[in-house]
């Protein structure tokens, strides 16, 4: 009975728990929606920093919230697009954008694994030549046939 009773009470304190603990709707940052929704739009052309794998916009790091911050308050003070992104790659490089411009500068990413596929294919085709090459049967003249059946008789 005592079980019954504890059970109970763990089940009813479970559901108390968690219809209190319920989420709320999301408040949004700003209130400007126009705001926001630019920020959403500059940031998604951002990397993360800290990620780096994932773009401004969906980071959840503290230094993606600062730099969102941050984008706010360039977006508040009336700089363009091209303004605030200017000025992040003057603060941070190139590699913040996702798609950094094409210049001496940023080929290496642009055209790197490219040079390194070329490569890979040029070592691919020298190794498979050389390993044909030994692989293929020799040709034995008659003379050197009739030597090798009298060095296996004798």
């Not at 360039?74 to 913040?96: C, E, M, T």
């Not at 694994?113 to 390993?131: E, K, M, S």
Request: aromatic share 8%; hydrophobic share 45%; charged share 25%.
């Amino acid at each position: 009975m005592k079980r019954l009773i504890l059970n109970t009470a763990l089940a009813v304190s479970i559901v108390l728990f968690a219809s209190v603990s319920t989420g709320r709707e999301a408040v949004p940052m700003a209130e400007d929606p126009k705001l926001e929704a630019r920020l959403v739009d500059i940031s998604q052309e951002l990397r993360c920093l800290v990620c780096q794998n994932e773009s401004l916009a969906s980071s959840h790091a503290e230094l993606a919230d600062d730099l969102r911050q941050e984008v706010r308050e360039l977006i508040r003070s009336g700089k363009s697009d091209q303004d605030i992104k200017d000025f992040l790659v003057a603060r941070y490089g190139d590699f913040v954008l996702y798609r950094p411009e094409v210049k001496p500068l940023t080929w290496v990413l642009w055209f790197g694994p490219f040079l390194l596929l070329a490569i890979a294919a040029i070592f691919l085709g020298v190794y498979l030549r050389q390993r044909r090459a030994v692989a293929a049967p020799a040709v034995m003249t008659d003379d050197e046939r009739e030597r090798a059946k009298q060095l296996l008789k004798g």
